[in-house]
């Protein structure tokens, strides 16, 4: 089975930006829809971004369109995602989640089966 690793998590100021990678052993993700989600204190865990396995399609929430990327790697079996213009509200523990798939993008957090230990992201001056 497939087991994620997230890094890149820190403290970043207002307006800054931030690339978080996901890598992943035990199993090729070319085989996977990748997702990563967030969960900031007192709230439910909210998707960020979707990626489907060959990268050919790509889904951002509308809050995040524009600041947030999703990309992969597949040849190295890691998943990013870059940020930027970042706000105190971004603040959150970030997780990167898989599941496999043939094809497509998969946007319902109930499907992933597959969770790294999450990264924490804190904006703040």
């Known amino acids: 089975q497939v087991q994620l690793r997230e890094t890149g998590g820190g403290l970043v100021q207002p307006g800054g930006s931030l690339v978080l990678s996901c890598v992943a052993s035990g199993d090729s993700l070319s085989n996977y829809a990748m997702g990563w989600f967030r969960q900031a204190p007192g709230k439910d865990r909210e998707l960020v971004a979707a990626?489907?396995?060959?990268?050919?399609?790509?889904y951002y929430p509308d809050s995040m369109t524009g600041r947030f990327t999703i990309s992969r790697e597949n040849t190295v079996n890691t998943v990013y995602l870059e940020m930027k213009l970042l706000r105190p509200e971004d603040t959150a523990v970030y997780y990167c989640a898989a599941v496999r798939v043939l094809v497509g993008v998969v946007t319902t957090e109930s499907r992933y089966d597959y969770w790294g230990q999450g990264t924490q992201v804190t904006v703040s001056s």
């Open positions: 990626i489907s396995p060959s990268a050919g399609k790509k």
